[in-house]
């Protein structure tokens, strides 16, 4: 099937990783017509892409291309967020709205699957450049947008302030004031809980896998935890990590990685709350690395990600910063230096090499906790929960306690991940003393969910 479509690398990864899993299972040859549902879901329902023409500081006028793939709608509304960046194509939207069909379905929330944003660049741009390209932007998508039809949200580049912009002139053009994005500020229909909520939500799905696979004995309590990324979910994973008595050995951003110099220590909530107050105002990590604070403990390397680059043990890996950034000769890395946990914080993380390797190596320690990977359909999927729980709020019309939406928060977490295990152990029967696949679960899980809505729509039959 995919062969008959354009070039679209970051897409077809995507689509090869699920329809992989569900060939190696047992569920097309239970249900054999689920075959047709894979070729229907694999097309989006709607792909609207529009031009943004803005101006500039200096009066000129600049021309970006805008983007929304409405994937599937057969559980809810379009969900899915904006990203704001110059690699922003069809390729990689499709693969992020394909991916975001099933995570949005693992959350067991009435949420559909989509995915827009441009090729718009922020960093370098002036506030009010960035609110001249957000109402244009705004001015296209409002026609395709609506709390009941699809409801945006914040991704790569979209943060609150991006995200105020637009509410602000959806509202102006549509006379409305309903739920149409999340991610919005507290006092104006925000969640509490919603910035946290990606991070938090990858330690709580890890700690489970550690809980699970070492029948309870140990936590994050005393784990090396090496995470990329220095953005949102990379912050708020790494503070969580603290909090639960683990240590933060990395960081890292599209220039480099800043990696703990001995094997003792951790990056510590101050110096976690710097980078996060740099990343603020658009800067790098790279900054802080002559610091005398950060130089006297930390190691910067130029160009790198921090996986083979952090000295001693690593337990635990985050991918916490953007697509396939976990090559094959990295997983191997990871495993040589003792990692037994990884759990993606972004999506699609790891490259298909590294995965297969994660996986064979689930059986690779007899006696000891096997090597344990989750995809981020599953791991990740704290944020779009929250973003589900703020659309909830916003109908009623009410706002919960931080306590609240945390607890809920770790229970979707946990009944995600509880889902992907014992789907898994009903398809993909592991072999005496092997870890069940939360690759193979979490996306059979997802799957069928969303193919029996549709079925049950007529989408296919």
């Known amino acids: 099937m995919m062969s008959n479509l354009p070039f679209e690398p970051e897409f077809e990864q995507a689509y090869k ?17 689920y075959r047709k549902a894979l070729q229907v879901v694999s097309v989006p329902e709607r792909v609207i892409q529009f031009r943004v023409v803005w101006e500039d500081d200096k ?23 904006l990203r704001f960046h110059p690699s922003v194509n069809l390729s ?3 693969f992020l709205g394909f991916e975001q069909i099933f995570k949005n379905a693992l959350t067991g929330l009435n949420m559909g699957g989509g995915k827009g944003g441009s090729d718009f660049d922020p960093k370098g741009k002036s506030d009010n450049e960035i609110r001249r390209f957000c109402v244009s932007f705004m001015s296209e998508l409002c026609k395709h947008i609506g709390a009941d039809t699809d409801v945006p949200a914040g991704d790569i580049g979209v943060t609150g302030r991006e995200v105020g912009f637009m509410f602000g002139q959806y509202k102006k ?55 990329s990324g220095s953005g949102n979910v990379a912050q708020y994973a790494a503070l969580k990590v603290i909090e639960l008595g683990g ?28 980078i996060a107050a740099i990343k603020v105002e658009r800067k790098q990590i790279s900054e802080l690395a002559t610091q005398a604070a950060f130089a006297s403990k930390f190691k910067y390397i130029p160009g790198a990600r921090p996986w083979t680059n952090i000295a001693g043990r690593i337990d ?19 495993i040589a230096a003792g990692c037994k946990f990884i759990a993606e914080g972004s999506n699609m993380g790891s ?57 809920r928060l770790k229970n979707i977490m946990e009944d995600c991940f509880n889902n992907g295990l014992a789907t898994a152990k009903e398809y993909v029967t592991p072999a005496e003393g092997v870890l069940p696949s ?13 193919a029996e809505a549709m079925k049950d729509h007529g989408d296919w039959w």
């Open 17 to 33: 990783e699920l329809a992989s899993t569900l060939e190696n299972s047992t569920l097309f040859q239970k249900k054999p017509e």
């Open 59 to 81: 009066g000129q006028v600049q021309i970006n291309r805008g983007y929304r793939v409405q994937f599937n709608s057969a559980l809810g509304p379009y969900k899915g967020g």
């Open 92 to 94: 990689i939207l499709k």
């Open 173 to 227: 053009i549509r006379n409305q004031w309903e739920g149409v994005l999340t991610g919005k500020g507290g006092s104006w229909g925000g969640s509490l809980i919603r910035p946290e909520a990606t991070g938090y939500g990858v330690v709580y799905y890890t700690e489970h896998m550690i809980k699970h696979a070492t029948g309870g004995k140990e936590s994050f309590a005393g784990k090396r935890v090496a995470i």
């Open 247 to 274: 240590s933060v050995v990395s960081l890292s951003d599209s220039q480099g990685a800043l990696v703990l110099k001995g094997e003792e220590g951790s990056f510590t909530p101050e110096e976690i709350n710097t």
């Open 316 to 334: 635990v890996a985050l991918p916490s910063a953007t697509q396939n950034e976990v090559s094959g000769d990295e997983a191997k890395a990871l």
């Open 351 to 407: 490259t298909q090499e590294a995965i297969d390797i994660f996986e064979a190596h689930r059986d690779a320690n007899p006696g000891a906790a096997a090597i344990w990977y989750a995809p981020g359909k599953a791991a990740n999927a704290g944020g779009v929960a929250v973003s589900g729980l703020e659309m909830a709020q916003n109908s009623a019309r009410v706002n919960w306690t931080r306590e609240e939406v945390d607890s």
């Open 438 to 450: 939360l690759v193979a679960g979490s996306n059979i899980a997802g799957f069928t969910k969303v």
